[in-house]
């Protein structure tokens, strides 16, 4: 899956840290989650691949970040900043989940 050259965003793939305590992780656990290839941190895919998997449903994660703590890019960004790259990404995730739907989408009868 590809986004549009002009999405304004990049692409990646990867696994996933997820934790109960996003926002008060320190430096080392950032560093490690990061060291072991993790691509981002959130809190809801491994509850959300859990009960899919119990289920036997496919699974799929979007997520959309627009900082990286691993490397302190977030602190830079002025509030303006920050809201253009929301509405950029928001954009570009709308796209691609219309995008994963239609491919991966099982025809319903006639």
Do not use: Y
Request: hydrophobic residues 50%.
């Amino acid at each position: 899956m590809r986004l549009p050259p002009d999405a304004g965003v990049a692409l990646h793939r990867g696994p996933v840290w997820t934790t109960s305590a996003l926002l008060a992780e320190g430096q080392a656990e950032i560093e490690a989650w990061a060291a072991k290839g993790c691509v981002a941190a959130d809190m809801e895919t491994a509850s959300a691949f859990a009960v899919a998997e119990h289920f036997g449903m496919k699974r799929l994660s979007l997520l959309f970040a627009f900082d990286n703590p691993a490397t302190g890019d977030h602190i830079a960004l002025t509030d303006d900043a920050k809201a253009e790259r929301r509405v950029v990404g928001e954009r570009a995730m709308i796209e691609l989940a219309l995008a994963v739907m239609h491919r991966f989408a099982e025809p319903r009868g006639p």
